[in-house]
């Protein structure tokens, strides 16, 4: 820019200087301009620089500037319709209302299951007490039958009418266990088959040494026990064999 400034002066004093002489011809006015320039100075050294990204980065600058002025805009609310609402509401109810119903189902359900079981556990021992104030009749009955001795019994010299009494005793015993397991009381003796010891079903009474059985095996009955439909309502008293 200086240059240029320099140049468009000299050319115009040099044009100054024409005009004034006539001995100059107009072809001389073309010639190129020799400025004469000391060996002390020199011209600075120019730099331009462009000034459009720098323009456009302010723009940049203010477009931000702008938006970030701009203050937040809540967005459009969208009118929803009453009948929606009421769909909504009905269909939250249904739901509610379902629910319900099936907790009542399910717990009316659980009420008939729990009332079955206890009306079979309630007849199945109903008959319990009577049961136990049976037992006793029955072993009775069978200290009668065992009170004779079986090798008295089928004899040519043998008394007929014991032998009639014990026959009748008998009978009698099979029908009353007969009615009895019919109600779903039963006996058991565990030395008939010589079962091991178990607390759940027997009651040992002593311990001794029995030769040719097994530790914890019963060899001898006291008092047979009692069942009523699986339940133990009278444990067996037995004789364990302890031969350690």
């Known amino acids: 820019m200086i240059q240029r400034n320099v140049l468009k002066r000299a050319r115009a004093t040099r044009f100054n200087n024409l005009q004034s002489s006539t001995s100059i011809s107009p072809r001389n006015l073309f010639l190129p301009l020799r400025i004469p320039i000391s060996s002390t100075s020199r011209a600075p050294a120019l730099r331009c620089y462009s000034s459009a990204p720098q323009a456009k980065s302010e723009v940049d ?41 099936l907790r009542s189902v399910a717990d009316f359900r659980n009420l008939q299951e729990r009332t079955k079981r206890e009306i079979s556990v309630a007849r199945d021992f109903a008959i319990s007490r009577f049961a136990k104030d049976l037992i006793d009749s029955v072993d009775n009955l069978d200290r009668a039958l065992s009170t004779v001795p079986a090798e ?64 914890g095996t019963t060899f001898h009955t006291q008092q047979k026990g009692f069942t009523l439909n699986g339940r133990v309502i009278r444990a067996a008293k037995v004789g364990v064999v302890k031969n350690s």
Do not use: C, W
Request: hydrophobic share 25%.
């Open 61 to 101: 600058g203010e477009a931000s500037s702008t938006e970030t002025n701009q203050p937040d805009q809540p967005p459009a609310e969208v009118s929803e319709d009453p009948s929606t609402k009421e769909i909504e509401a009905k269909d939250k109810e249904i739901l509610d209302l379902k629910d319900r119903y």
């Open 152 to 215: 008295k019994l089928g004899q040519e010299d043998s008394n007929k009418d014991l032998e009639n009494l014990h026959s009748g005793l008998k009978m009698t015993e099979a029908i009353l266990m007969q009615t009895l397991q019919k109600h779903g009381l039963e006996r058991f003796d565990p030395s008939e088959k010589g079962e091991r010891f178990d607390p759940n079903l027997h009651e040992a009474t002593f311990q001794t040494k029995v030769e040719g059985k097994e530790d």
